[in-house]
């Protein structure tokens, strides 16, 4: 079993994410490791570098190095926020998270206040995942009751509170700082930074933000130690990883391996590609990651460096597989028109830019596209990479530059012939 474990839970059935369940398991030892021995905060930041953890929402960033950024002596409010709101094309293994291992998500985000000195946390989770967010709600009573969240946690002088707060679908809200606004009951558009929210967060306080396969994450680093964490995986690369695997697969689904497992490993654990086809291309981490060909992938590890030395990012970890009888055109037509849809308006070169993107593709895969259009698509993503507040400008643009590198001749043929040439 790995850090997370939660697939080999989920076949126990039902029960398997109620307190009881999660405590045979070890669960709360963690915590109840650092309230008995009083474990100095800074301590428990120290584990999480040497784990390697870094951030599994997408960034990659180092969570250690992100909790050392909280000032610990601010005298007021200070939150940790856990961003659940998982809405990237092709990935879904935050919910089942929530769904068979809530606990683990609520101990990750108590020690996070414990280290951070935060007194309150929420759990921002995606409003289409209802019955989960009930589930979550439901097991963060349990712990209530159990006096591992409240006041006083295990007797101590220690006080944390928990709150779920549920979205409404908005991709944009996936964005930490649109995420933010969104909590305070405002229109959930990004934040220019600086500030950054580890100086002016949730309510204009100190806030660290994490994924929940993050904070899903800490309970383990802290039972077992940050070096068995990160022998779990490689260097500057701990722990193992969970990777949702779609497309044209025999058996799709999340998968838990170590960082550093060979793409083509994780492809057979997925059952391999669909009806014997071979494979022609992987996005391999969520749609806004630059897509790359099957072959280059089958010599990949499943890291953050080895992916982004192929050209690519491990992003949220889901790995999106074509098969050769996928049409590159019509496959980016879709995600460019997805982008056009959630781009929440605020910043000009993403509002018009992926417009332009997601009609240039569409009029290609009509059949009425001019060879002139592909330079246009990448004149276009240059105008909008890097000129946006958040990252959804690059989003849209990636999947255009990363298409067009590998399959330019795809698109030519499309233009030539008015017609797919799979």
Same mark, same amino acid.
């Given at each position: 079993?790995?850090?997370?474990?939660?697939?080999?839970?989920?076949?126990?059935?039902?029960?398997?994410?109620?307190?009881?369940?999660?405590?045979?398991?070890?669960?709360?030892?963690?915590?109840?490791?650092?309230?008995?021995?009083?474990?100095?905060?800074?301590?428990?930041?120290?584990?999480?570098?040497?784990?390697?953890?870094?951030?599994?929402?997408?960034?990659?960033?180092?969570?250690?190095?992100?909790?050392?950024?909280?000032?610990?002596?601010?005298?007021?409010?200070?939150?940790?926020?856990?961003?659940?709101?998982?809405?990237?094309?092709?990935?879904?293994?935050?919910?089942?998270?929530?769904?068979w291992n809530p606990?683990?998500?609520?101990?990750?985000?108590?020690?996070?206040?414990?280290?951070?000195?935060?007194?309150?946390?929420?759990?921002?989770?995606?409003?289409?995942?209802?019955?989960?967010? &009930?589930?979550? !709600?439901? %097991?963060?009573?349990?712990?209530?009751?159990? =006096? *591992?969240?409240?006041?006083?946690?295990? #007797? @101590?002088?220690?006080?944390?509170?928990?709150?779920?707060?549920?979205?409404?679908?908005?991709?944009?809200?996936?964005e930490e700082t649109?995420?933010?606004?969104?909590?305070?009951?405002?229109?959930?558009?990004?934040?220019?930074?600086?500030?950054?929210?580890?100086?002016?967060?949730?309510?204009?306080?100190?806030?660290?933000?994490?994924?929940?396969?993050?904070?899903?994450?800490?309970?383990?680093?802290?039972?077992?130690?940050?070096?068995?964490?990160?022998?779990?995986?490689?260097?500057?690369?701990?722990?193992?990883?969970?990777?949702?695997?779609?497309?044209?697969?025999?058996?799709?689904?999340?998968?838990?391996?170590?960082?550093?497992?060979?793409?083509? &490993?994780?492809? !057979?654990? %997925?059952?391999?590609?669909?009806?014997?086809? =071979? *494979?022609?291309?992987?996005?391999?981490? #969520? @749609?806004?990651?630059?897509?790359?060909?099957?072959?280059?992938?089958?010599?990949?590890?499943?890291?953050?460096?080895?992916?982004?030395?192929?050209?690519?990012?491990?992003?949220?970890?889901?790995?999106?597989?074509?098969?050769?009888?996928?049409?590159?055109?019509?496959?980016?037509?879709?995600?460019?028109?997805?982008?056009?849809?959630?781009?929440?308006?605020?910043?000009?070169?993403?509002?018009?830019?992926?417009?332009?993107?997601?009609?240039?593709?569409?009029?290609?895969?009509?059949?009425?596209?001019?060879?002139?259009?592909?330079?246009?698509?990448?004149?276009?993503?240059?105008?909008?990479?890097?000129?946006?507040?958040?990252?959804?400008?690059?989003?849209?643009?990636?999947?255009?530059?990363?298409?067009?590198?590998?399959?330019?001749?795809?698109?030519?043929?499309?233009?030539?012939h008015k017609r797919?040439?799979?």
């Amino acid at each position: 079993m790995g850090a997370l474990g939660f697939i080999l839970n989920a076949e126990e059935g039902e029960r398997s994410w109620r307190l009881a369940e999660y405590v045979k398991r070890g669960g709360y030892s963690a915590l109840k490791k650092i309230i008995d021995e009083n474990i100095p905060p800074e301590n428990i930041v120290a584990e999480l570098k040497k784990s390697s953890l870094r951030g599994r929402g997408g960034a990659g960033f180092p969570t250690g190095l992100k909790w050392s950024f909280m000032p610990r002596q601010f005298p007021g409010a200070k939150y940790v926020v856990c961003n659940s709101d998982e809405g990237e094309p092709g990935t879904f293994k935050d919910r089942d998270i929530l769904r068979w291992n809530p606990h683990m998500v609520i101990e990750g985000m108590i020690i996070a206040g414990y280290a951070m000195g935060c007194a309150r946390g929420y759990n921002y989770i995606h409003g289409e995942i209802w019955e989960i967010y &009930k589930r979550f !709600e439901e %097991a963060l009573e349990e712990a209530r009751a159990a =006096k *591992l969240l409240g006041p006083n946690i295990l #007797g @101590s002088d220690f006080s944390f509170e928990l709150q779920a707060h549920h979205g409404y679908g908005a991709y944009i809200c996936g964005e930490e700082t649109a995420l933010l606004e969104s909590i305070e009951g405002k229109k959930g558009q990004p934040r220019f930074k600086p500030p950054f929210p580890a100086s002016f967060g949730l309510y204009g306080k100190p806030t660290t933000i994490n994924n929940t396969e993050t904070f899903a994450s800490i309970p383990y680093i802290i039972r077992e130690g940050g070096q068995k964490f990160l022998e779990l995986g490689r260097p500057n690369n701990g722990g193992t990883k969970l990777f949702s695997v779609s497309g044209h697969v025999n058996n799709p689904g999340n998968f838990e391996v170590p960082l550093g497992t060979p793409f083509k &490993k994780l492809l !057979e654990m %997925a059952g391999g590609v669909r009806n014997g086809h =071979k *494979l022609k291309a992987v996005i391999p981490g #969520g @749609s806004s990651m630059p897509v790359l060909p099957g072959e280059i992938m089958m010599e990949t590890d499943m890291d953050y460096d080895s992916i982004q030395k192929a050209g690519s990012y491990l992003g949220s970890g889901a790995v999106i597989v074509m098969d050769e009888t996928t049409c590159m055109v019509r496959a980016l037509e879709r995600l460019s028109y997805f982008y056009f849809e959630e781009s929440c308006g605020q910043c000009t070169p993403c509002r018009e830019g992926t417009g332009w993107l997601y009609r240039v593709v569409h009029r290609i895969e009509k059949g009425e596209g001019r060879q002139e259009d592909l330079d246009l698509l990448l004149s276009v993503c240059e105008n909008i990479a890097g000129r946006t507040i958040c990252a959804l400008g690059d989003a849209a643009a990636w999947p255009v530059q990363g298409m067009l590198k590998h399959y330019r001749s795809e698109f030519e043929y499309h233009i030539e012939h008015k017609r797919c040439l799979v």
